[in-house]
């Protein structure tokens, strides 16, 4: 099992910019694959961005590619989500999630509490 502990969030304004970061600790292994999901309210949670540790696989849903970048600092045992030129559209909740083996898209098992994301116009 992997512990996760999101932190980053915040408001800001439309075209502003926030870092997320995502601590791991417990069974932290090369293999495993980071997702960052956001649930808006009154919407189903999606998948925004994914990467296995190495960083040599990497997704991302449409909706932020070319705005937002997932990376990885192995030393630190965190992973990052850089999201530029926000939208008001992107306010959320941002869980980061983390898995052992599989696909980047789904089945994930271990979540974080969350940190709002919150993109005023």
């Known amino acids: 099992q992997v512990q996760l502990v999101e932190s980053g969030g915040g408001l800001v304004q439309a075209g502003g910019s926030l870092r997320l970061a995502c601590a791991a600790s417990?069974?932290?292994?090369?293999?495993?694959?980071v997702g960052w999901f956001r649930q808006a309210p009154g919407k189903e949670r999606e998948l925004v961005a994914a990467?296995?540790?190495?960083?040599?696989?990497?997704y991302y849903a449409d909706s932020v590619k070319g705005r937002f970048t997932i990376s990885s600092d192995n030393a630190k045992n965190t992973v990052y989500l850089q999201l530029n030129n926000l939208k008001v559209e992107d306010t959320a909740v941002y869980y980061c999630?983390?898995?052992?083996?599989?696909?980047?898209?789904?089945?994930?098992?271990?979540w974080g509490q969350g940190t709002q994301v919150t993109v005023s116009s």
């Open positions: 999630a983390a898995k052992y083996a599989g696909s980047l898209k789904r089945d994930y098992d271990d």
């Open positions: 990467s296995n540790w190495n960083g040599r696989n990497t």
């Open positions: 417990g069974r932290t292994y090369s293999t495993i694959r």
